[in-house]
């Protein structure tokens, strides 16, 4: 019986089908369709390390799960597996709690060494190119002066929403949102709000 029990969720049956096999021979591996049968699973301690594309079905659900994950009493290492979008995603993955990123495009053995690496407490950042390796460090400074409500307000901007849309979402002011995305610019150094779109180049 494995001591070690790993986690997918909500990954392409393919995908889930050739991670199973290649992380079957050292680690308890089961495929979860829904995040709340994830949750559970998670919430009763049982799960080490859970897998999933936080791309899915959108940015902003994806790494609204992960916090939830991380919020739970006993969180699980969390590592996402998916294309890379932009350099500027990696301060989603950041504040989320994603523990590691894998590209998809990395071969089953480094795969397997992430897993590895992340359940030892390490972070894997694998993002398939040197140069996006490089922007990574760059990217993630300055995170902790975001505040949970501009978190929330930002993870909906990349997905495009209208302050508007924002504002009826969070029940708050369309006033309030403005001001919230101004101060997340400034505190994450963009000059746009498109430079915070999900997938949109960043200059580093």
Known sequence: MFSLQVLLVGLSPLTSLGIETVLSRSFGVQNVEHRETALERAAKGDVDLVILDPYGPTLSDGLKFCQRLKELRLPPQVLAFSEFGATRDLTYFYL????????????????????????????????????????????????????????????????????????????????????????????????????????APHRV
């Open 96 to 199: 989320a709690g994603i523990d590691s990123f894998i590209s998809s495009r990395e071969g089953p053995e480094r795969l397997a060494a992430a897993v590895r690496s992340t359940l030892e407490g390490k972070r894997e950042w694998i993002l398939g190119t040197p140069d996006r390796r490089e922007t990574r460090d760059r990217e993630l400074d300055g995170l902790s002066d975001l505040t949970p409500r501009e978190l929330e307000v930002l993870w909906m901007v990349s997905d495009r929403y209208t302050n508007g849309q924002i504002a009826r979402s969070l029940s708050i002011s369309p006033n309030t949102v403005k001001n919230h995305v101004a101060a997340i610019l400034r505190k994450l150094g963009a000059k746009r709000r498109t430079e915070l779109f999900s997938g």
